[in-house]
């Protein structure tokens, strides 16, 4: 049964243009990489370091570090705006933020100018969530 997973893998190896023995070097989307390696780590040991979130005090892959591990109770409407749950990590933030702005962009909605002005308005309030929340995770201010 082995022999039919490692013919599996050097198949999907292959397809994604790859041979080498990283198993994902076929993406090149550093939080998809990071969330695979959490979790081959997960599946191997049992527990995760924690390198992958901000949120447990880590370096992410950005580079810059949190120094507090506790999210403002003011940042809590902005993860609403965001319709994540509250603390979620800054790659889910940033997920979320693209989601939203991929669904409600103004220029979607060029055809109607109620839904427009209605979009345009759920955009800036997106944006500005976003901003406040990036502040804490990247620089530790507590936006007023």
Do not use: W
Request: glycine fraction near 6%.
């Amino acid at each position: 049964m082995d022999k039919i997973f490692d013919r599996l893998t050097d198949l999907l190896r292959s397809m994604g243009g790859s041979s080498s023995a990283d198993p994902f070097s076929y993406t090149s989307d550093e939080d998809l990489r990071d969330a695979f390696e959490e979790l081959e780590d997960y599946m191997q040991t049992g527990s995760t370091s924690g390198t992958g979130t901000r949120f447990r005090g880590s370096s992410a892959s950005d580079g810059h570090a949190r120094t507090s591990t506790a999210v403002p109770e003011s940042l809590r409407k902005d993860f609403a705006n965001l319709d994540i749950p509250f603390g979620a990590s800054i790659e889910q933030v940033r997920a979320a933020h693209r989601k939203l702005m991929v669904s409600y962009h103004p220029d979607r909605h060029t055809a109607d100018p109620d839904k427009q002005r209605i979009a345009t308005e759920i955009t800036q309030r997106v944006n500005n969530s976003f901003q406040r929340i990036r502040q804490f995770y990247e620089r530790g201010e507590i936006p007023s």
